[in-house]
Nanobody, 123 residues
């Protein structure tokens, strides 16, 4: 069993930045693929970013590419999402997730989830 706890959410103006953190415990962190997802009011949960174990390869949703950066610190069992140039459409609850599979293809491939942290971007 892996426990994930997100932090760092809040309210910012458009163009601002936030750094989300996800602390993991109860598992072998450096063997999990880590990802970030988000869900806005009235919309389905969507993929934001993923970082793999091998070579720390990253992948981003088109809406996040160029603005968001995912990283991991295996020594601290923590994954981060640095968000810059935020837009009102980025407003959502952001979730951290961990997958045992090396290359998850969707949300169903993730085994553990955090409780979520709210990000609100005002115009």
């Amino acid at each position: 069993q892996v426990q994930l706890v997100e932090s760092g959410g809040g309210s910012v103006q458009a163009g601002g930045s936030l750094r989300l953190s996800c602390a993991a415990s109860g598992g072998t962190f450096n063997r999990y693929t880590m990802g970030w997802f988000r869900q806005a009011p009235g919309k389905e949960r969507e993929f934001v970013a993923t970082i793999l174990v091998i070579r720390s390869t990253t992948s981003y949703a088109e809406s996040a590419k160029g603005r968001f950066t995912i990283s991991r610190d295996n020594a601290k069992n923590t994954v981060y999402l640095q968000m810059t140039n935020l837009r009102p459409e980025d407003t959502a609850v952001y979730y951290c997730a961990a997958a045992r599979r090396s290359t998850p293809t969707g949300s169903l491939d993730y085994d553990f989830w955090g409780q979520g942290t709210q990000v609100t971007v005002s115009s």
